[in-house]
């Protein structure tokens, strides 16, 4: 089992940065991959980007591409999520989730940190 705890949301202008951070932490022996997900109001969660845990190509959402940046520090068990240039549309609930190596889909997941964007 695999507990994942983010922070660092919270509400920011349209143009602006932030940071998310997502500590992981029980069998993190296990994990083969992290990512992010979001979910807007009314609307399902969706994939925003995903790393492998050890090496490999990191995965990005079309709509962030070129402007969100996943990174890990894998002796802090740790998954960040770096978002520039953000827009209205980002707006949601953000949850960091792993998976671990033998699990076809992600698993575990933290509570979620909420992001506004104001226009």
């Known amino acids: 089992q695999v507990q994942l705890v983010e922070s660092g949301g919270g509400l920011v202008q349209a143009g602006g940065t932030l940071r998310l951070s997502c500590v992981a932490s029980?069998?993190?022996?296990?994990?083969?991959?992290m990512g992010w997900f979001r979910q807007a109001p009314g609307k399902e969660r969706e994939f925003v980007a995903r790393i492998p845990w050890i090496s490999g190509t990191r995965e990005y959402a079309d709509s962030v591409k070129g402007r969100f940046t996943i990174s890990r520090d894998s002796v802090k068990n740790t998954v960040f999520l770096r978002m520039n240039s953000l827009r209205p549309e980002d707006t949601g609930v953000y949850y960091c989730?792993?998976?671990?190596?033998?699990?076809?889909?992600?698993?575990?997941w933290g509570q979620g940190t909420q992001v506004t964007v104001s226009a």
């Open positions: 989730a792993s998976r671990t190596t033998r699990a076809s889909d992600f698993d575990s």
């Open positions: 029980g069998r993190t022996e296990f994990i083969g991959a």
